[in-house]
């Protein structure tokens, strides 16, 4: 089972990064593109055929280790084909 | 429309970052867990209604900036919701 955990900066925190894309994309002639916002992507093989399960350890995982719940927001789902 | 470019490092290539992930999840009970790898999401606003439109936007921005074609393979999606 192939999981997919997109981590992204909250709202409220200033992505420098996705201004600094924004600024670039600009410069290219793409000044008219809205909000961008840069996040991490992990997938991960977890063993066993239940998407609940793996879910639920995924989600743990993020707890654990892979998201800081200060600053940052997570989303679990299924890597598809 | 806002639509999603998801960012990985092309299967041959080492992915230093998700190697050290997996094994601090070892360290903490997860040493069950499969192929890890970690890459970059960028979600951004292009202005129109028509997803070809827009994907064929963000092709380009991808092509001109955002994907080093050399070590990463990219794929657009649109945001649901």
Do not use: H, W
Request: glycine share 12%; proline share 5%; with cysteine.
């Amino acid at each position: 089972m192939r999981l997919r955990v997109l981590i992204r900066l909250k709202p409220g925190i200033m992505d420098v990064q996705g201004t600094a894309i924004q600024r670039a994309l600009a410069g290219l002639g793409f000044g008219d593109v809205g909000d961008l916002r840069v996040g991490k992507v992990i997938e991960v093989d977890v063993p066993g055929d239940s998407v609940d399960a793996a879910r639920r350890r995924v989600d743990e995982m993020c707890r654990k280790l892979l998201v800081n719940p200060i600053l940052e927001d997570y989303a679990v789902e299924p890597v598809v084909g």
